[in-house]
């Protein structure tokens, strides 16, 4: 919303909408509410867990699917952690090119590849790079609604 509000045209000037879009502006380049370590676990955790269905499946269909949900976590995941913006269908694309142009061609670059061909490497290779800095694939020791 903060973003609609900033890029916005204004068709009826009020004084108003010049105090909303500074709002808006000042919301955008703040960032998100930073992620503590809880979350960045729990994500951890789901991300590994599609990652490994991913690699694990040998069914074309499923494999297809389980991408598109791979895409969206380490999508989220990254821009998250680095506390940026996401967004949903087009805006994830153009969050990830806000965020950096150059991995934003990496992380699409690794799913075409794989939509194209069946090679999973380059998308496992992202996930992981996304996973590596906060301590990599999650599965051992974690638990929900159990106390630490």
């Known amino acids: 919303m903060p973003r609609m509000i900033t890029e916005g045209i204004v068709l009826k000037d009020k004084v108003i ?3 909303i879009k500074q709002e808006a502006e000042t919301l955008l380049h703040a960032g998100p509410e930073r992620w503590d370590e809880a979350t960045i676990k729990l994500k951890r ?5 599609v990652l490994d269905d991913f690699i694990g499946t040998s069914n074309r269909s499923e494999a297809i699917f389980i991408a598109g949900t791979l895409a969206e976590l380490a999508a ?7 506390n940026r913006w996401i967004g949903s269908s087009k805006w994830i694309h153009r969050s990830l090119v806000e965020f950096d142009v150059d991995y934003a061609g990496a ?3 690794a799913f075409d590849l794989f939509y194209t061909t ?6 496992i290779h992202i ?3 996304i996973l590596e800095p906060h301590g990599g694939r999650l599965f051992a020791g974690f638990s929900l609604g159990k106390g630490s």
Do not use: I
Request: charged residues 35%; negative net charge; proline residues 0%.
């Open 17 to 19: 909408l010049d105090g």
């Open 45 to 49: 955790y789901f991300l590994t867990d």
């Open 76 to 82: 989220e995941f990254v821009l998250r952690t680095n």
């Open 107 to 109: 992380f699409t670059e």
């Open 118 to 123: 069946n090679d999973k490497s380059k998308v």
């Open 127 to 129: 996930v992981e790079g």
